[in-house]
Structure formats: structure tokens, C-alpha cells
């Protein structure tokens, strides 16, 4: 069965979409076999403890010193020999010490159109400028913050009526279907990197299951 760890930081609801997604879901023959967080007490350890998924705190205890915990997140997700390790609201910078260790294997989801509006406040910032499509998007994980090559991206339009609110629910709703989606043609080998146009990955979404 293809392997999962999830990294999360806060709510998890992106989290939950995977557990009822994809986890559960008899169709798609992958688990998540470990959620990392970020944050002790985060709303997202509950979400995997009722579904009886193992959980690991590793907290950036050194602000200075992000290889440290980043050799401690190589222990925790190396124990579990993953697939695929998704960053599903992880809001900590990692460096070269995880991503080298992992490569190509660890994807992050923004909820914006990369290349704009990338860090922490991209639906606020969205939003401020005024833009009126904004989106998400699902990456390759690079040490460029938010750099690296997109697999999907889907646009939202910023309605006329829109709060901050209102446009953070249609995104986060977006999120969930694109991440689940993205996750699952993974599962299924259709997801490649093109050494030939290594910015461009290689998608192959018929649309189906
Ligand atoms: C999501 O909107 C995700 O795109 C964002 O954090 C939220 C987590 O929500 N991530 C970033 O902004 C990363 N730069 P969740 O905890 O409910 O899944």
C-alpha cells in the first residue's frame, strides 16, 4: 500500500479531507501512516488520533537552529519509510536537511496561484491587492520558499460580496478536492518529473479515478 505522512501545523482540515479521502476511501490504495505537527495541542493531532493514525510532535524548539529539528523530522518520517510526505497547512521554513533527504518526494499545498502572493497571509494578501482570480496551488517542495515546480493549480475567483471569510471558505473548500486529487494520481504512479523540462511535471489526470 503507497505510504503517507502529513505535515501539519494548526486546524487540519486539509488533514481531514485526506482521512476521509483518501485514507479511508477502499477505492484508493494508499494510508497515512504518520502525522507530523508542528504545534503540541494543534487541532489536527485530535483529527488523527480519532482515526487512529500515529501522530509525532516536532517543534522547532531552536528558531536558530533549523537543521537540528529538521534531523529530528528525518527520524520520525525515515522511520516510516514514506511514498509520499504531504505539507498540509505546515507553517515552518525546513531546510536542505529534510528536503534533500526526501527528494522529489514532499509536496505542499498554498492557497494561492503561485508565483504570486506566496508565505504565510496569501488569502489576506490575495484579497488586499484586490486581484480577481486568486487559487491554489499544490507543489514540489524546494528550499525556495513556495518555489517549487507546481503539479495543480486551480483558480477562485474573488467575488464582488467577498470577505476575507467568505473567499478563505471557497478556497479551503477548493483545497480539500485539489489535495485529495493530486494525492490520490500519486498513489497511481501518475505523477512524474520530466528531466527534460524539470519545472514542468508530468500529470497524467483523465479526470477519472
Ligand atoms: C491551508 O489554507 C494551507 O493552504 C495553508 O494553511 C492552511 C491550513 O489549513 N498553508 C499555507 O499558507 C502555507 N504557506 P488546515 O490546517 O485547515 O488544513
Not at 486551480?154 to 476575507?164: F, K, M, Q, R, S
Request: proline content about 7%; charged content about 20%; some cysteine.
Amino acid at each position: 500500500m503507497y505510504r503517507l505522512v502529513v505535515m501539519v501545523s494548526g486546524n487540519g482540515s486539509n488533514l481531514q479531507a485526506l482521512i476521509d479521502n483518501v485514507h479511508r476511501n477502499a477505492k484508493v490504495d494508499a494510508e497515512i501512516a504518520l502525522v507530523v505537527c508542528s504545534k503540541d495541542g494543534a487541532k489536527a493531532l485530535e483529527r488523527a488520533a480519532e482515526a487512529g493514525i500515529p501522530t509525532s510532535v516536532v517543534a522547532l524548539t531552536d528558531p536558530s537552529d533549523r537543521e537540528e529539528r529538521d534531523a529530528r523530522l528525518n527520524e520520525a518520517i525515515g522511520a516510516v519509510d514514506p511514498d509520499l510526505i504531504v505539507m498540509a497547512g505546515w507553517m515552518s521554513i525546513v531546510t536542505g536537511v529534510f528536503l534533500n533527504q526526501f527528494p522529489d518526494k514532499v509536496i505542499n499545498l498554498h492557497p494561492s496561484l503561485l508565483p504570486a502572493f506566496p508565505g504565510m497571509h496569501a488569502i489576506q494578501e490575495a484579497f488586499d491587492w484586490g486581484v480577481r482570480t486568486t487559487g491554489v496551488t499544490v507543489h514540489i517542495a524546494e528550499e525556495a520558499v513556495d518555489g517549487g515546480p507546481p503539479i495543480l493549480q486551480e483558480p477562485v475567483p474573488i467575488l464582488p460580496g467577498d470577505t476575507v471569510d467568505t473567499l478563505a471558505e471557497r478556497i479551503h473548500g477548493v483545497e480539500h478536492r485539489l489535495l485529495t486529487r493530486c494525492v490520490t494520481l500519486y498513489s497511481q504512479g501518475r505523477i512524474s518529473r520530466n528531466p527534460a523540462t524539470p519545472r514542468r511535471m508530468i500529470v497524467n489526470d483523465d479526470g477519472g479515478s
